[in-house]
């Protein structure tokens, strides 16, 4: 009895501190991530605070990284998208492609599925008119945030799209990510549904 109250406590302590499971609701990440895949997350990597924060204090954010985060449209529910703007960067899509500060940014990773051209998600920032899929609020905040085409990612927050570029509703649709949002880095996928039982795959 004593064995299994003290694997519990363990388990809540990682769940709480340490680790964040989440499972993978949509083809958004394909083909790095399929749905649904079931992985786990280090919430000490990105995470704004922690108890081991003293000692490890959390790691800078960088172009191309994963990142687990509660979805700021419905916070219960945690998605994972890739780092494409840190704060004071100046974001853009021209034909699908992303831009970085002027710069084609090279994305091995990203993925384009066959679909109609659409010129809000691949010419983006794109104003003429809104999307049914853009969250209202957003639509102003883009209008208030561009310059000169681009759009500039604020003090504390971060611009994330999927890696199926034609198939992903990301910051395109409803804006930047929060740093108090960030639970943290994904570590690796442990269980997937369409391959079953699998070997431990690490992320990156």
């Known amino acids: 009895m004593r064995a299994a109250l003290e694997i519990v406590v363990v388990a809540i302590f990682i769940v709480t501190f340490v680790a964040q499971p989440f499972r993978i609701p949509s083809a958004s990440m394909q083909p790095t991530l399929t749905i649904g895949d079931f992985g786990m997350a280090d919430k000490q990597s990105f995470a704004p605070e922690g108890i081991f924060a003293a000692l ?3 790691a800078q954010v ?3 990284d994963l990142m687990v985060f509660h979805y ?5 529910m945690y998605l994972v998208k890739r780092v494409v703007g840190v704060p004071g960067d100046r974001i853009r899509l021209r034909g699908g492609r992303v831009w970085v500060n002027e710069q084609p940014m090279d994305e091995p990773y990203a993925f384009y599925s066959p679909a ?3 010129p809000f998600r691949d010419d983006f920032p794109w104003l003429p008119r809104t999307m049914p899929a853009a969250a209202p609020p957003w639509w102003g905040e883009m209008r208030r945030g561009m310059r000169d085409g681009e759009l500039t990612v604020p003090a504390d927050e971060f611009f994330v799209l999927g890696d199926n570029r034609n198939d992903s509703e990301d910051s395109r649709y409803w804006g930047f990510v929060p740093r108090a949002e960030v639970v943290g880095r994904p570590l690796l996928v442990y269980f997937s549904l369409r391959q079953h039982l699998r070997s431990l795959r690490v992320l990156r």
């Open 62 to 64: 960088h172009h191309g």
């Open 72 to 76: 700021p449209v419905n916070p219960r």
């Open 116 to 118: 109609p051209a659409n």
């Open 56 to 58: 490890l204090p959390p």
